[in-house]
């Protein structure tokens, strides 16, 4: 079972950057597809971006297309989810997922992730 730590949340403004980061200390994620996550108060935890395991296939919710990128660095153990053009919209509990599969493979879904390897979540507040 993987160890999941997400860390870059924080207060920005509307039309802000952050760029969070999610690692598995001790671990390597290189096997691993690795989705980003997000629940909002009262709402369900829905899919934001993913990324396979070999970083060529990435996905993102039609939310965030345009102004989140998500990218991998297997050799820091660390995939980012880079965030822009920030919106109140966007303040959540943002959370990484990992998964074992194919190279070209990762979704979000959360089914895909199981219910094992997921970090405890940063929050991410747009406001101004």
């Known amino acids: 079972q993987l160890q999941l730590v997400e860390s870059g949340g924080g207060l920005v403004q509307p039309g802000g950057s952050l760029r969070l980061s999610c690692s598995a200390p001790?671990?390597?994620?290189?096997?691993?597809?690795i989705g980003w996550f997000r629940q909002a108060p009262g709402k369900e935890r829905e899919g934001v971006s993913c990324?396979?395991?070999?970083?060529?296939?990435?996905h993102y919710a039609d939310s965030v297309k345009g102004r989140f990128t998500i990218s991998r660095d297997n050799a820091k153990k660390t995939v980012y989810l880079q965030m822009d053009s920030l919106r109140p919209e966007d303040t959540a509990v943002y959370y990484c997922?990992?998964?074992?599969?194919?190279?070209?493979?990762?979704?979000?879904?959360?089914?895909?992730?199981?219910?094992?390897?997921w970090g405890k979540g940063t929050l991410v507040t747009v406001s101004s």
């Open positions: 997922a990992a998964a074992i599969a194919a190279p070209t493979l990762c979704a979000l879904e959360r089914g895909f992730y199981g219910l094992d390897n």
């Open positions: 001790g671990f390597t994620l290189d096997y691993n597809a």
């Open positions: 990324i396979s395991s070999s970083g060529g296939s990435t």
